[in-house]
């Protein structure tokens, strides 16, 4: 996988072919996070169209949660160089991505590798474009997971293994940890609700395939 860089400066960034490599790096930063998370995740191991204000964003009615913004515009907008194109193609990719591994989610709560790393994808994809509420809430479910699944340092060879393993699968069922887990994941849902809502409407995006929660 891509040694992940750190978000991109403008400042940094001289030529507009530099600008689009960064957006093409970025746009494959996307693709690997998607497939990490499918091959970690899998059964064996468990006319440029024209941006909204930032002024619209941060203030409009239904853009704002507590202190954060669905999307931080102004963010992401610098993460693509200022290219309101190109903003919009990630918006719309990043779309897609979330929807998917929401639906991998959705059957699989009771199993914390799924969990783990398909949130892990999610929080990746949102922290990239700067959509900081779903990143957070991915976060917290990710972590939710995190101390049930075997840390990759462990010898897979050993006899202990799988009996440690089990051990923690079945912990990850206690009702509370799976009444918690269930609680964000639906917090989650909802956020991405919203921000397919935001990008439908004042990002002029067209969903090809909306989400159905």
Same mark, same amino acid.
């Not at 497939?35 to 964003?57: F, I, L």
């Given at each position: 996988? %891509?040694?992940?860089?750190?978000?991109?400066?403008?400042?940094?960034?001289?030529?507009?072919?530099?600008?689009?490599?960064?957006?093409?790096?970025?746009?494959?930063?996307?693709?690997a996070?998607?497939?990490?998370?499918?091959?970690?995740?899998?059964?064996?191991?468990?006319?440029?169209? *024209?941006?909204? %204000?930032?002024?619209?964003?941060?203030?409009?009615?239904?853009?704002?949660?507590?202190?954060?913004?669905?999307?931080?515009?102004?963010?992401?907008?610098?993460q693509?160089?200022?290219?309101?194109?190109?903003? $919009?193609?990630?918006?719309?990719?990043? !779309?897609?991505?979330?929807?998917? +591994? =929401?639906? +991998?989610?959705?059957?699989?709560? $009771? #199993?914390?590798?799924?969990?783990?790393?398909?949130? !892990?994808?999610?929080?990746?994809?949102c922290?990239?474009?700067?959509?900081?509420?779903?990143?957070?809430?991915? $976060?917290?479910?990710?972590? %939710?997971?995190?101390?049930?699944?075997?840390?990759?340092?462990?010898?897979k060879?050993?006899?202990?293994?799988?009996?440690?393993?089990q051990?923690?699968?079945?912990?990850?069922?206690?009702?509370?940890?799976?009444?918690?887990?269930? &609680?964000?994941?639906? *917090?989650?849902?909802?956020?991405?609700?919203?921000?397919?809502? =935001?990008?439908?409407?004042? !990002? #002029?995006?067209?969903?090809? $395939?909306k989400y &159905?929660?």
């Amino acid at each position: 996988m %891509e040694e992940r860089k750190k978000p991109i400066d403008a400042s940094d960034v001289t030529t507009t072919e530099e600008a689009k490599a960064e957006i093409i790096r970025l746009r494959g930063l996307l693709k690997a996070n998607a497939a990490a998370a499918d091959s970690s995740s899998s059964p064996q191991d468990s006319e440029a169209v *024209t941006a909204p %204000e930032v002024s619209k964003v941060a203030g409009g009615q239904g853009f704002e949660s507590g202190q954060l913004q669905i999307i931080d515009y102004k963010g992401a907008l610098e993460q693509c160089c200022d290219d309101k194109v190109f903003l $919009k193609e990630m918006l719309e990719e990043l !779309h897609g991505e979330v929807s998917s +591994k =929401l639906g +991998k989610l959705k059957g699989n709560l $009771k #199993d914390p590798m799924v969990v783990k790393f398909n949130a !892990h994808s999610i929080k990746g994809v949102c922290a990239n474009f700067c959509v900081e509420i779903m990143k957070n809430l991915a $976060k917290r479910l990710e972590f %939710e997971a995190k101390p049930f699944i075997m840390p990759i340092t462990a010898d897979k060879d050993s006899p202990e293994y799988n009996v440690e393993k089990q051990k923690k699968a079945e912990k990850f069922l206690d009702e509370k940890i799976q009444a918690q887990v269930a &609680t964000l994941f639906a *917090t989650l849902e909802k956020e991405f609700l919203r921000y397919e809502k =935001l990008i439908v409407e004042s !990002h #002029d995006i067209d969903i090809k $395939k909306k989400y &159905t929660a």
